[in-house]
């Protein structure tokens, strides 16, 4: 007879650990990989909200950065307008921007955050947080049911995020979603790698090249933003 397992709210422990242990009906113990369950309890904990904005970009640009008070300011003007909850990973940096402002426009404000050697600690301007252990896990959590992408300037990590995501549009995974580069001098250069390199090579075709908008208009950002149809949770 198959048994059904209650679920656990993952604990800082059960993260360290890298497995939880849930209890059937009767008692019967088993014990499950985090992946499965932090994914389960990712998904659950975006489902709830009918229209979302994730945010992504490096956890090392300071508040004084230009890119910094426009993320702010972006998220802000979504929850006010559009009334969006802003999803970021919940660091510091352009994720902290994200969350400031959904905060303090009175929004849901939540961060996906996960343990790293640095720059691991989450935002005070988070006001539903989840932890994760393994970034794959957090990466679909944080696309999830989000109906607009906005990459501001980051590092490896922000790169990751792009690159899958483009990969999963590309290859029908998921569903297109508008994605903006935020940051005409930063992106430029990869878009010219794309356009020069990966198409001309045609390791892409050229309607790849057209899956994202690069823009540092604000107006712009919202205008996208506005326009973007609600996303099913896929």
Not at 56 to 61: E, I, K, N, P
Not at 148 to 153: A, E, K, T
Not at 167 to 181: A, D, E, F
């Amino acid at each position: 007879m198959q048994q059904t397992f209650r679920p656990k709210q993952l604990t800082t422990d059960d993260i360290r650990n890298g497995c939880v242990s849930l209890y059937g009906p009767d008692n019967t113990q088993t014990e499950v990989c985090v992946a499965s369950e932090e994914l389960r309890q990712g998904l659950d904990f975006v489902e709830k909200y009918e229209k979302a904005l994730t945010i992504f970009g490096s956890a090392r640009t300071p508040e004084t950065d230009h890119y910094y008070k426009l993320a702010e300011t972006i998220a802000q003007r979504s929850v006010t307008e559009l009334d969006y909850a802003i999803v970021t990973g919940g660091g510091p940096g352009i994720m902290e921007a994200g969350n400031r402002g959904a905060s303090n426009a009175g929004g849901h404000s939540l961060g996906m955050t996960i343990q790293l050697p640095h720059e691991q600690f989450t935002n005070e301007y988070v006001n539903e947080m989840i932890p994760f252990y393994f970034f794959y896990t957090r990466k679909t959590a944080m696309r999830y049911g989000s109906s607009v992408y906005l990459f501001f300037p980051g590092g490896y990590g922000t790169l990751d995020e792009l690159m899958e995501t483009l990969t999963l549009i590309q290859t029908g995974k998921i569903s297109r979603v508008p994605i903006v580069l935020v940051g005409i001098s930063f992106w430029q250069k990869l878009h010219d790698f794309i356009c020069q390199d990966l198409v001309t090579g045609s390791m892409i075709s050229e309607m790849d090249s057209s899956l994202y908008t690069i823009t540092d208009d604000e107006n712009e950002i919202m205008e996208i933003i506005r326009n973007a149809p609600i996303r099913d949770k896929e």
